[in-house]
């Protein structure tokens, strides 16, 4: 916590390019499996954060994240509570997540991972300023999200960011399988692009992506050659 610029946590496991463990284990917990607060350069791996009370990881004011290579399941048992979560939807000034550029110090990726079961969402990020130059989200499976979407990226007040998914899956949550909102003056991007070997899969949820603005909002996205089905009773793009 509050290492600011300094640099943060980092677990790195065996570097195998498979959900090994080796990054060790945190589970049944009665609070949060991780808390970041005030730091960057967050990079977990290879880890396995299950069963937690509270988040799988929870953060704020975090500038950098990687998730590689991790397993998260029945991360929650509350509203708000899942997987991986920065900032929150009820407090005014809160800001998560920001990040520089990918394969920069200070890049934000959710790769490798997979997502179960979290009691909300599998993973929320609301940022009211900043800059969150480019969130990764490739090879990741995010399903089964309890009682809301399987991702959520809320941007408000002057907050941007951009988000690119590839070759990753959100499946059977109950809410949007992706959702995308920006409000204010915010200016947020988000692409699914499939082409090229990098199809996006959307099955099964409520509605496949969800992308919104409100206010003077600037929202862009492209979602193209991905795979919808089952999305229902919503429909695939909305």
Request: aromatic fraction near 4%.
């Amino acid at each position: 916590n509050n290492t600011g610029s300094t640099g943060g946590l980092n677990v790195t496991g065996s570097g195998a390019a498979s959900r090994d463990g080796s990054g060790g284990t945190i589970q049944n917990t009665t609070g949060d499996g991780v808390l970041l607060t005030g730091t960057s350069q967050v990079s977990l791996t290879h880890m396995n954060i299950n069963s937690t009370g509270g988040q799988g990881v929870s953060g704020s004011a975090v500038n950098g994240f990687v998730s590689d290579w991790n397993s998260f399941s029945a991360n929650g048992n509350a509203t708000k509570e899942g997987a991986i979560r920065f900032g929150s939807e009820t407090d005014p000034s809160s800001t998560g997540l920001t990040g520089g550029a990918i394969g920069s110090a200070t890049e934000t990726r959710i790769d490798n991972t997979l997502i179960s079961g979290s009691f909300e969402r599998g993973v929320s990020i609301f940022n009211n300023s900043g800059t969150l130059t480019l969130l990764d989200v490739h090879g990741t499976t995010i399903q089964n999200s309890t009682n809301g979407s399987g991702m959520l990226l809320e941007l408000r007040d002057n907050a941007v960011a951009s988000a690119d998914l590839q070759n990753s899956t959100f499946t059977g949550n109950k809410a949007a399988g992706f959702q995308g909102t920006g409000t204010d003056t915010s200016n947020l991007t988000v692409n699914a692009i499939g082409a090229g070997g990098h199809t996006n899969t959307f099955s099964n949820n409520n509605d496949g992506i969800l992308i919104g603005s409100a206010g003077s909002a600037d929202v862009t996205t492209e979602i193209s050659n991905n795979t919808f089905s089952g999305n229902t009773p919503g429909v695939g793009i909305t």
